[in-house]
């Protein structure tokens, strides 16, 4: 069995997991059709009819050895639509994610999303068996720090509290004092803050979010030169190109997007919070400026709503497919380890982070507010 090396403080695995060819027939025969007609209804508004025949055997197949193993798939709002709205048990963006991981019943637990959403997963509930279907599955902003970086800016800036966006590593999360995700950025600075009585708060790996975040408080941001690969490339041209091309469209957007890219866009919020605002406004016409995946999951539960499709694909979340998430229930792969002692102060960031009061509706960032400058640490 493959296991995750703790000791490395930014764990990459380069290899490509091996195919272990299925012992049992996966085709497209009446007992599958009868068993997945229903789940095809969900999405055929999104998936061709002659894609179906290729991904409903994996599915029943996963559906069926879910409930053999006890097990439960957590899915990230960036899984392709086979995968969110035909295996994913519960979804959500990354606070929510991190909150159902610490309160599941189920024994195993497969993480369709990315590392640092497994490795959360893990340390909020140690007792249980977490699964990532491939451990390539990485992030850019997770790479960009380590925990030994983090230690280096704790020893330079002792007064400060260090908030962690939650795409770090459990060794980042466990040199920081407290984690946050795009759901609540604003509002754990503004704790960090006033716990710490500071008026300033370091808020890492993410350049974009933290400049974000700084233009929706008055508290001082520092930052470090992280980005995500996917929203630091949408740039403000590309919400006028959208705008003069299809005039009316709402423009959502994400806060790892920068900070011009916010303040031409209509909406700004975390995954969660960009599909709330189309269920609840019920736009004419849409764009979702983010991961791909995004627009066909929210298309789902919005038929009367027509989506612009401009976006960028997250390589990493990509890894995910329904072939390695069977894989991954069939031969138990690959597992999650994290050693407790950095997982016990990981988990202290990730639980005061969700011991916060929840707010009503996904945080949403004001564009606005005039633009702040933010130093790097
Ligand atoms: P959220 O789903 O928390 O908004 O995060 C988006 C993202 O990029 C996750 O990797
Ligand atoms: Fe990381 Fe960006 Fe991919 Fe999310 S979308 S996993 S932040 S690279």
Redesign the pocket.
């Known amino acids: 069995m493959d296991r995750l090396d703790w000791t490395r403080p930014n764990w990459r695995c380069d290899a490509e997991p091996t195919h272990i060819a299925p012992d049992e027939p996966l085709v497209y025969d009446d007992a599958v059709r009868a068993e997945t007609n229903h789940l095809y209804e969900r999405v055929k508004d999104v998936i061709l009819p002659d894609e179906w025949p290729v991904h409903a055997p994996l599915i029943a197949a996963i559906n069926r050895l879910k409930k053999e193993r006890g097990a439960i798939i957590l899915a ?3 899984m392709t639509p086979e995968i969110f709205a035909c295996v994913g048990d519960l979804s959500g ?3 929510a994610l991190a909150r159902m991981a610490a309160s599941v019943d189920e024994d195993i637990i497969v993480q369709a999303g ?1 590392h640092f959403m497994a490795e959360t997963a893990k340390i909020m509930s140690p007792e249980k068996t977490v699964l990532i279907p491939d451990m390539r599955a990485g ?1 850019s902003l997770a790479e960009s720090i380590t925990g030994a970086d983090v230690a280096a800016i704790k020893a330079k800036y002792p007064d400060y509290p260090i908030v962690t966006y ?2 770090t590593s459990a060794a980042v999360k466990a040199e920081a004092d407290v984690c946050c ?3 609540n950025a604003v509002q754990v600075t503004e704790w960090a803050a006033r716990e710490w009585k500071t008026d300033t708060v370091i808020l890492i790996p993410d350049e974009f979010l933290a400049k974000n975040v700084a233009a929706n408080t008055d508290i001082r941001i520092l930052t470090w030169k992280g980005a ?1 690969e ?2 630091e490339r949408f740039t403000a041209e590309d919400v006028d190109a959208l705008r003069e091309g299809h005039p009316g469209v709402v423009v959502l957007t ?1 806060p ?1 997007s920068p900070e011009d890219v916010v303040k031409a866009a209509d909406y700004t919020g ?3 919070g960009m599909a709330a605002f189309v269920k609840n406004t019920q736009p004419e016409k849409v764009v979702l400026l983010t ?1 791909c995946s995004m627009s066909d999951n929210v298309a789902i539960e919005n038929p009367g709503v027509k989506f612009v499709r401009p976006c960028n694909l ?1 390589p990493h ?1 990509k890894r995910i497919t329904l072939q390695n998430i069977y894989d991954a229930l069939r031969y138990n792969r690959f597992e999650i380890e994290v050693d407790e002692s950095v997982a016990e102060r990981a988990r202290r960031s990730i639980q005061r982070m969700l011991d916060l009061p929840k707010p009503d509706s996904p945080g949403q960032f004001d564009k606005d507010r005039p633009p702040v400058e933010v130093g790097l640490v």
């Open positions: 990230h709002n960036y963006d990354s606070l990315v992030c939650v795409n995700t795009s759901g995500c996917v929203h994400h790892e975390s995954t969660a991961e997250c979340m």
